[in-house]
Each structure stands twice: as structure tokens, then as C-alpha cells.
């Protein structure tokens, strides 16, 4: 069957080979076989009918209106396709009663991908993730490819166009991405992100106020993590406004020294000495002062520096187990947070192994946490390798999260965990809540059978800290021990919390 790009071309040729300048050269002998033919009768025929025939077979074939253009890639309509679609549905929509949306779709951390695997590789799983959401759609939808790795679809008119509905075929498509792509014989785990709006949700009935609100409710969903899914609301686009501001800002805030770790300490429930801090990243702001991660995060991650911040973050934390080391207090670990998207980096080991030789530091320095969610849906070979490298390396891996994911026991032991951080979920009023401690029991159980170090964090009041040194939770982390601060701060932190350590007794444990 042709295309309608074959079609196009074909009568185009037809219409060049009738209408240009050498057709002149056949008109004697046209009308001269009309005349040996038909006479004088025929000759007078063919003078007046040809030249009208010409010009209707000319401007039939110039009504015939060219290929729309297409992204190059996958073939998708681009974004005036989607908007165009949009309009005609509003347009039709007082008369047929049918209503319509706009969907935004944007895989997760695309540009990361990108840097990692390669132009080509990026194409490639472009053009099969434009396949799957394809196939999640209906045949009347139209699809369009936009920017990197984004993509916008205008619902075709549905008599029932509802938060429901959209919700569902967003689950949809973010099903089928989740599934894992091959390539190059590894596995590898993609997540999508994606803002919807209803036709009934903006103040202006244009397919251009429709994108725009869609993309507001993608940025949204972006704020809360990979694979949200949130719709439209007015309110969405004060807070993207924000948004855009602080991606805009976060780039420069870096390289300013605006972001860095500040450090919370870990405390055995042993000796209660300090047996170590985790670098929490921090955004000192000239105009707004602390800016919560919550808000900066998903900007660092929208602009595609996730990658630089580890690095920064890593950086400090290395220079502050320098600094304490060169006043003479010995602390033996500083925990890193490490994203998917980072233990997704083919190079890590080697770039953390380079880090840790300039600061002539030894590998069990460092603590890697890792989300327990990650660890869960762990099937992606290259976190798997690098986990596993950083074991190897001597680094200790620490659980985050630890009963929030679903990390099974054979994955504990697969990654060679070092030690769980048991959430704070569990730990709050430990001390006064039966099933709380029954919980935090059962999982200190199995971590001693399986001889993994513990962690509780979020302890916040004396008697958590006392609890859980008696269940046998070997450290304790929270605004109960000490808010993260400033590395300017924790030598004279140390020195008080050294000076209680010789007034208080021993908190008990519990006994074998």
C-alpha cells in the first residue's frame, strides 16, 4: 500500500512531466495527428480542449497539500499536530458532547541516560518507548515526539474524558516504559513522569492552554519523584514558575559553593561514641536561606546535574574526614546517599576509586547508601556490578529505608550489605507502641542472624534511644542525637557530645 509521502511524490513527478517546459515540443505533433485523423473538426477540438486539460490536471495536483512533517527519529507528529488536534476537539465539543485531554510524558532522567550509554543507545530506546506508549494508546490519539526524551499525546474525544480515565491510561504507559529494555544484552530499567490536563481544567480553551497546563502538571510530578503522575490544578503553575526559578539558579548555586553536605552524627548504642556522619546536601541560599531538599532536589535532578552534585557532595564529605583526622578525632565512616540514577553510571567504581586515592583515604572511610527500593527492583546489571564493586572495593553499603521497599533477604546477601538503616517509620515511639516494637524486634532479629550491622534513624527522644540499645540496634541516628550541621559546627558538637559521655552512664543492652 503507498504512503501518502510516496503518493505525493509521484504525482508531484506526473504534474512536472505535463506542466514544464518541454511539453511544448509534443503540441505540433498532437494537433498535426489530430488533423491526418480527425480533420479540421478534430484539429479545432484538441487546440481548444488541451490547454484546459493541462491547467485541471495542474491545479489538481497542486490542491494536493504536502507530507506533514514528522520528528525524523520515530516518526511522531510533532507539537503543532498535537495542538492542532486539541483545538478541533474544543471546537467540536459543544456539539458532540465529547470531551478531550492533553497528556505530557517525559522518561525520567533521560539526559543522565544519554551521558551513560550514548547517543545511539538513547536513540534506540527512544524509538521503542515511542512503540510501547503507542501501544498503550488508542488508534485515533495522536502522539508527538517532543525535546530529548518527552513526549505529548492529544486524547481523541471520549464521551467520559475524567480523572479516572486519564489516570488509568497514565498508569498504562508508565507500565509499559517500566518494563525492561535490552540493550546491548544488559538490562536496563527506565521510569516515566507525566502531568495530565482535562479540557474542563483550563481558564482558556486552546490546545496551547492545554500543553501548557499538561507540562505544569508534569513539572509537578517531577517535584515528587520518578514516575509521578499528577493532574492539572491552577495552583500547579505558581508553584512551576518556582520551580523553573530554582533550575535556573541551581546550576550556578553549585559551582558557588551554595550546596553542600552539612553532617548528622551516627552514635553507637554500644559506648556512645560517634561511630560516624551522613552528608546531607543543604542549599544555603543568599535570599532565602535554607532551601529544603525537597524543593532543590527535583531541580538539580530537572537540570540534569545529579551527577555533578554527588560529586560535590562527595567531594566535602572526603575533606571532612581529612579535617576531623588532622585535629586528631577519629571518625570512622561518612555515609554518601547514591541515587539510581548515579549507581546506573557504567564508571562509578573507577570514579570512586580515583576520589578516594586524592584524598589518600581507605575504601571503608566511605559508606554507600542506597535506597532499599533500589536494591528491590535491582534487576538492572550495571547497578548490580557496581554495587557489587563498591563491595569489593571495601566500601561499606549501607540499606536506607530499610522496611519501605521490599528488599528480599537473598537481595541483602546478593549485595553484600553491610549494614540496614531501619526507617524512621518503625523507630517513632518505639518506646511506647507494642507493634512498633515488635516490628523493630523482628527485623533486629534478622539482621543479627544474618550478621548485619544496624542503624535506627529518626530517633528522636530519649526513651527511642534507650529501646532500641536494649532490643540490640547497634546505632542510632536523629534529631534526638543531633541535627545535621555545618562541618564548621562538629568539632565543638563532638566536644560536648564527649564531655556528656563522661557524666552519663551506660545505657543497657539488652543480654544474650
Given at each position: 500500500?503507498?504512503?501518502?509521502?510516496?503518493?505525493?511524490?509521484?504525482?508531484?513527478?506526473?504534474?512536472?512531466?505535463?506542466?514544464?517546459?518541454?511539453?511544448?515540443?509534443?503540441?505540433?505533433?498532437?494537433?498535426?495527428?489530430?488533423?491526418?485523423?480527425?480533420?479540421?473538426?478534430?484539429?479545432?477540438?484538441?487546440?481548444?480542449?488541451?490547454?484546459?486539460?493541462?491547467?485541471?490536471?495542474?491545479?489538481?495536483?497542486?490542491?494536493?497539500?504536502?507530507?506533514?512533517?514528522?520528528?525524523?527519529?520515530?516518526?511522531?507528529?510533532?507539537?503543532?499536530?498535537?495542538?492542532?488536534?486539541?483545538?478541533?476537539?474544543?471546537?467540536?465539543?459543544?456539539?458532540?458532547?465529547?470531551?478531550?485531554?492533553?497528556?505530557?510524558?517525559?522518561?525520567?532522567?533521560?539526559?543522565?541516560?544519554?551521558?551513560?550509554?550514548?547517543?545511539?543507545?538513547?536513540?534506540?530506546?527512544?524509538?521503542?518507548?515511542?512503540?510501547?506508549?503507542?501501544?498503550?494508546?488508542?488508534?485515533?490519539?495522536?502522539?508527538?515526539?517532543?525535546?530529548?526524551?518527552?513526549?505529548?499525546?492529544?486524547?481523541?474525544?471520549?464521551?467520559?474524558?475524567?480523572?479516572?480515565?486519564?489516570?488509568?491510561?497514565?498508569?498504562?504507559?508508565?507500565?509499559?516504559?517500566?518494563?525492561?529494555?535490552?540493550l546491548d544484552a544488559t538490562n536496563v530499567y527506565l521510569t516515566a513522569s507525566i502531568g495530565f490536563c482535562l479540557s474542563t481544567r483550563t481558564s482558556i480553551r486552546s490546545?496551547?492552554?492545554?500543553?501548557?497546563?499538561?507540562?505544569?502538571?508534569?513539572?509537578?510530578?517531577?517535584?515528587?519523584?520518578?514516575?509521578?503522575?499528577?493532574?492539572?490544578?491552577?495552583?500547579?503553575?505558581?508553584?512551576?514558575?518556582?520551580?523553573?526559578?530554582?533550575?535556573?539558579?541551581?546550576?550556578?548555586?553549585?559551582?558557588?559553593?551554595?550546596?553542600?553536605?552539612?553532617?548528622?552524627?551516627?552514635?553507637?548504642?554500644?559506648?556512645?561514641?560517634?561511630?560516624?556522619?551522613?552528608?546531607?546536601?543543604?542549599?544555603?541560599?543568599?535570599?532565602?536561606?535554607?532551601?529544603?531538599?525537597?524543593?532543590?532536589?527535583?531541580?538539580?535532578?530537572?537540570?540534569?546535574?545529579?551527577?555533578?552534585?554527588?560529586?560535590?557532595?562527595?567531594?566535602?564529605?572526603?575533606?571532612?574526614?581529612?579535617?576531623?583526622?588532622?585535629?586528631?578525632?577519629?571518625?570512622?565512616?561518612?555515609?554518601?546517599?547514591?541515587?539510581?540514577?548515579?549507581?546506573?553510571?557504567?564508571?562509578?567504581?573507577?570514579?570512586?576509586?580515583?576520589?578516594?586515592?586524592?584524598?589518600?583515604?581507605?575504601?571503608?572511610?566511605?559508606?554507600?547508601?542506597?535506597?532499599?527500593?533500589?536494591?528491590?527492583?535491582?534487576?538492572?546489571?550495571?547497578?548490580?556490578?557496581?554495587?557489587?564493586?563498591?563491595?569489593?572495593?571495601?566500601?561499606?553499603?549501607?540499606?536506607?529505608?530499610?522496611?519501605?521497599?521490599?528488599?528480599?533477604?537473598?537481595?541483602?546477601?546478593?549485595?553484600?550489605?553491610?549494614?540496614?538503616?531501619?526507617?524512621?517509620?518503625?523507630?517513632?515511639?518505639?518506646?511506647?507502641?507494642?507493634?512498633?516494637?515488635?516490628?523493630?524486634?523482628?527485623?533486629?532479629?534478622?539482621?543479627?542472624?544474618?550478621?548485619?550491622?544496624?542503624?535506627?534513624?529518626?530517633?528522636?527522644?530519649?526513651?527511642?534511644?534507650?529501646?532500641?540499645?536494649?532490643?540490640?540496634?547497634?546505632?542510632?541516628?536523629?534529631?534526638?542525637?543531633?541535627?545535621?550541621?555545618?562541618?564548621?559546627?562538629?568539632?565543638?558538637?563532638?566536644?560536648?557530645?564527649?564531655?556528656?559521655?563522661?557524666?552519663?552512664?551506660?545505657?543497657?543492652?539488652?543480654?544474650?
Amino acid at each position: 500500500m503507498l504512503s501518502r509521502q510516496m503518493i505525493y511524490e509521484n504525482v508531484k513527478s506526473f504534474r512536472g512531466a505535463i506542466n514544464g517546459p518541454h511539453i511544448l515540443a509534443f503540441l505540433p505533433a498532437i494537433t498535426l495527428g489530430a488533423f491526418w485523423l480527425g480533420g479540421e473538426s478534430a484539429l479545432l477540438v484538441v487546440a481548444l480542449l488541451l490547454p484546459a486539460a493541462l491547467g485541471l490536471v495542474g491545479g489538481a495536483t497542486a490542491r494536493i497539500p504536502p507530507p506533514e512533517a514528522r520528528d525524523g527519529l520515530t516518526g511522531l507528529h510533532l507539537r503543532d499536530a498535537v495542538e492542532g488536534a486539541l483545538d478541533t476537539s474544543l471546537e467540536s465539543q459543544p456539539k458532540s458532547g465529547l470531551s478531550t485531554a492533553c497528556l505530557q510524558v517525559e522518561l525520567d532522567d533521560f539526559r543522565d541516560f544519554t551521558d551513560r550509554f550514548g547517543r545511539k543507545a538513547a536513540e534506540d530506546i527512544l524509538v521503542r518507548a515511542s512503540e510501547r506508549i503507542l501501544g498503550a494508546l488508542r488508534s485515533n490519539d495522536v502522539m508527538a515526539r517532543l525535546d530529548g526524551g518527552s513526549f505529548s499525546i492529544a486524547v481523541a474525544p471520549i464521551r467520559r474524558a475524567d480523572l479516572e480515565n486519564l489516570i488509568q491510561m497514565g498508569s498504562r504507559i508508565q507500565s509499559t516504559i517500566a518494563e525492561p529494555f535490552s540493550l546491548d544484552a544488559t538490562n536496563v530499567y527506565l521510569t516515566a513522569s507525566i502531568g495530565f490536563c482535562l479540557s474542563t481544567r483550563t481558564s482558556i480553551r486552546s490546545g496551547s492552554a492545554m500543553l501548557e497546563a499538561a507540562e505544569c502538571a508534569l513539572f509537578e510530578a517531577r517535584r515528587h519523584g520518578p514516575g509521578g503522575l499528577r493532574a492539572f490544578s491552577p495552583e500547579m503553575k505558581k508553584k512551576a514558575e518556582d520551580q523553573s526559578a530554582l533550575i535556573g539558579e541551581v546550576g550556578a548555586a553549585l559551582e558557588a559553593g551554595q550546596i553542600q553536605p552539612w553532617f548528622q552524627p551516627q552514635v553507637s548504642t554500644d559506648t556512645g561514641e560517634i561511630s560516624g556522619f551522613e552528608a546531607l546536601a543543604r542549599w544555603s541560599h543568599p535570599t532565602r536561606g535554607i532551601v529544603s531538599p525537597a524543593e532543590f532536589l527535583p531541580a538539580i535532578q530537572q537540570a540534569g546535574l545529579s551527577e555533578r552534585l554527588s560529586e560535590i557532595i562527595l567531594f566535602h564529605a572526603l575533606s571532612a574526614l581529612r579535617s576531623w583526622d588532622q585535629t586528631g578525632i577519629h571518625i570512622p565512616s561518612v555515609g554518601v546517599n547514591f541515587s539510581s540514577e548515579e549507581l546506573r553510571n557504567p564508571k562509578l567504581v573507577e570514579k570512586i576509586r580515583w576520589e578516594l586515592d586524592r584524598f589518600d583515604m581507605t575504601a571503608d572511610r566511605l559508606s554507600v547508601e542506597i535506597l532499599e527500593s533500589v536494591v528491590a527492583g535491582s534487576d538492572d546489571d550495571t547497578i548490580t556490578r557496581n554495587i557489587s564493586g563498591l563491595s569489593k572495593l571495601g566500601c561499606g553499603i549501607d540499606l536506607d529505608d530499610f522496611g519501605t521497599g521490599h528488599a528480599s533477604i537473598a537481595n541483602i546477601r546478593r549485595f553484600a550489605i553491610n549494614r540496614i538503616k531501619i526507617d524512621r517509620s518503625f523507630v517513632t515511639k518505639v518506646d511506647v507502641d507494642p507493634e512498633q516494637n515488635r516490628m523493630v524486634s523482628a527485623i533486629l532479629t534478622m539482621a543479627e542472624r544474618l550478621e548485619i550491622e544496624t542503624l535506627a534513624e529518626g530517633v528522636e527522644s530519649v526513651g527511642e534511644h534507650a529501646t532500641l540499645s536494649q532490643l540490640g540496634c547497634g546505632h542510632v541516628q536523629g534529631f534526638g542525637i543531633g541535627r545535621p550541621m555545618p562541618l564548621s559546627e562538629t568539632v565543638l558538637w563532638m566536644e560536648k557530645h564527649a564531655g556528656k559521655l563522661t557524666q552519663t552512664p551506660a545505657i543497657g543492652r539488652k543480654q544474650g
